[in-house]
């Protein structure tokens, strides 16, 4: 899943903030507390970030320098250093290339190098590394079935990779009972793929992609967004399967072209079971499971109210209920940010661990403003499945 964006910020005048879940130590500020309100993150060193990412239970921050910083949940390896012992603060990664971007699973981490070369590392159960192995990778390796390609985006779903080449091919392996990697084995929906397999989209350039739990989401170069794997909350833009009817759709196994929503897509990211794209001028659109407050608006009453399948989903995109415009987003398992063009920070969805940082454990049904952080204004925003992270400099 998409959990923040890149910046080329100076360091001297940073801090780095975090709140939410933190079971594993993923806030990377030395315990095991949840935060509901930003917290400053003391361990992390004086450098200048690019991106900040975050899985299931454990949180990656890539530098400007390449360098990798790594803290939290690290039963499979998913932090790279070499054990498998749950870190507290953050711990910097040995050995391995300069990085550019990461994106993080549930207990997997995939890589890209500054020469476009594809790493992972963190549990393999269901392949999701790439590797030809079963067992748990606990230190940075690289793919080597993609070691011929250069990798220009990645994303990680629940237990499946993403990756997509400069030449706007797809690939995609690890677990598929949902559909989610878009690729028919012999007629029928493989339970998983273990190395890298090319997703058939003939005369299709793709340009950015996304993972949900049980999904995955392409962006063309000309702004159409194809779909596939699980549906069952509507987030893929098709009415959601509805056992007593017989209505809808529960799984998409190969990519399928949804309406147009709008035009000119900048960005689009994925929770585990709902969806949003920003658009240039910085307007957000959502869809998909809505029960926690995720989608950012009051969904309409579904059309299948009655049924359990399409209860609490709205799988017809719409706007956001958001006055501002967004310059960036990213989106945690069941909550979003919003850092707007005028600098300020909204959160919304899923509050139970205080991910909306706001104080309380309510969930947040419309976009509601993170208090400022005095004397701090943020710059660059990230999450992980229940946690968040925001890039600060010195007002």
């Known amino acids: 899943m998409y959990t923040g964006i890149k910046s080329n910020m100076a360091a001297p005048s940073q801090g780095l903030f975090s709140w939410g879940a933190n079971s594993y130590g993923q806030l990377g500020i030395g315990n095991t507390t949840d935060k509901f309100i930003p917290q400053r993150v003391e361990s992390f060193p004086s450098e200048a970030i690019k991106c900040i990412k975050g899985g299931g239970g454990h949180s990656v921050v890539v530098a400007k320098s390449g360098n990798v910083y790594v803290c939290g949940w690290n039963s499979k390896g998913q932090l790279g250093l070499g054990h498998r012992d749950n870190q507290l603060t953050f711990q910097k990664i040995s050995g391995i290339p300069a990085i550019s971007d990461v994106s993080c699973g549930w207990e997997h981490t995939l890589a890209i190098t500054e020469n476009g070369k594809l790493y992972s590392w963190g549990g393999n159960n269901f392949r999701q590394l790439g590797h030809n192995q079963e067992n748990l990778v606990e230190t940075p390796k690289q793919v080597q079935a993609m070691a011929d390609y250069t990798i220009v985006d990645i994303a990680a779903g629940l237990r499946h990779s993403v990756a997509l080449t400069n030449t706007g091919k797809v690939w995609v392996w690890g677990a598929g ?35 949900g739990s049980f999904h995955s989401i392409a962006v063309t170069d000309d702004d159409k967004l194809m779909v596939w794997g699980c549906n069952k909350r509507g987030q893929l833009g098709e009415l959601p399967y ?94 979003c940010l919003a850092l707007t063009v005028n600098i300020h920070l909204y959160a919304w969805g899923w509050n139970e661990h205080g991910t909306c940082g706001d104080g309380s454990t309510t969930n947040v049904y419309t976009p509601k403003l993170v208090p400022d952080i005095e004397g701090w204004r943020a710059v660059l925003i990230g999450a992980g499945y229940g946690h968040c992270f925001i890039m600060c400099e010195q007002k």
């Open 177 to 211: 009972s949902k559909g989610q990697l878009g690729i028919l084995i012999q007629g029928n929906i493989p339970s998983l793929i273990v190395a890298p397999q090319q997703v058939p989209l003939p005369n299709i350039t793709v340009k950015q992609v996304a993972c």
């Open 242 to 335: 509805v056992p007593d009817t017989g209505e809808g759709t529960e799984n998409i196994s190969q990519p399928k072209q949804l309406p147009s929503i709008a035009k000119n897509i900048t960005r689009v990211i994925s929770g585990w079971n709902h969806c949003i794209i920003q658009t240039c001028d910085g307007s957000l659109f959502s869809w998909g499971r809505a029960d926690y407050g995720q989608l950012g608006r009051i969904p309409e009453v579904p059309m299948l109210a009655s049924q359990p399948y399409a209860e609490g989903c709205c799988y017809i995109p719409k706007p956001v209920e958001f006055e501002e415009k967004a310059s960036q987003i990213a989106c945690g398992s069941e909550h």
